[in-house]
């Protein structure tokens, strides 16, 4: 199976500030997709087919990426953003998820 | 407006089985299959298989084969995941999911989760 591995594990930003996290895949996929998960709740759709947002997701955050290296961009950290975030992949069975990035805010 | 009801938290002892339930709404059930996702405390997601309720078939990832059976009532628009010879290593919490309208292979909703806690 395809193994996702996220980066970093944990990260801080303060508000307004930038903030990029890594999603690698063991072997090449053809899309990621993303989800955003507060602490106590299900996990939310937040990005698909590696850089479509969501309905309703704000459009500071965005997806990037191919083959094996993809990303999630915040263009300007804000509080309500804190969360951990999971890539996921159905390029191959069976779907795997990434083990996550908690964003906390400073 | 798409919703996946599921059953509430169960403690269970170490050995025993327990059956969750997961209820549909707002589509037609027999349209969409049901994935279950196990997401242990503190820990990330993993895809547990699937249930097409239009014919009843299964695809379960290897690893959980033989510990989740999932079955489905069309009457009731409910799929179930029962899970057998629980130990600590199964107390987590199990999402139900479905992909989206538009084909895209992700899972677009979620239901709010069983915990289960398996302990003597």
């Known amino acids: 199976q395809i193994v996702l591995t996220q980066s970093p594990a944990i990260m801080s930003a303060s508000p307004g500030e930038k903030v990029t996290m890594t999603c690698s895949a063991s072997?090449?996929?053809?899309?990621m997709h993303w989800y955003q998960q507060k602490s106590g709740t299900s996990p939310k759709r937040w990005i698909y087919d590696t850089s479509k947002l969501a309905s309703g997701v704000p459009a500071r955050f965005s997806g990037s990426g191919s083959g094996t290296s993809y990303s999630l961009t915040i263009s300007s950290m804000e509080a309500e953003d804190a969360a951990t975030y999971y890539c996921q992949q159905w390029s191959s069975n069976p779907p795997t998820f990434g083990g996550g990035t908690k964003l906390e805010i400073k | 407006e798409v919703q996946l009801q599921q059953s509430g938290p169960e403690l269970v002892k170490p050995g025993a089985s327990v059956k969750m339930s997961c209820k549909a709404s707002?589509?037609?059930?027999?349209?969409?299959?049901m994935h279950w996702v196990k997401q242990k405390p503190g820990q990330g997601l993993e895809w547990i298989g699937y249930?097409?309720?239009?014919?009843?078939?299964?695809k379960y990832n290897e690893k959980f084969k033989g510990k989740a059976t999932l079955t489905s009532d069309k009457s009731s628009s409910t799929a179930y995941m029962e899970l057998s010879s629980l130990t600590s290593e199964d107390s987590a919490v199990y999402y139900c999911?479905?992909?989206?309208?538009?084909?895209?292979?992700?899972?677009?909703?979620w239901g709010q989760g069983t915990l289960v806690t398996v302990s003597a």
């Open positions: 999911a479905r992909l989206g309208n538009n084909g895209i292979a992700w899972f677009a909703y």
């Open positions: 249930i097409n309720p239009y014919n009843d078939g299964t």
């Open positions: 707002g589509y037609t059930f027999t349209s969409y299959v």
């Open positions: 072997s090449s996929v053809s899309y």
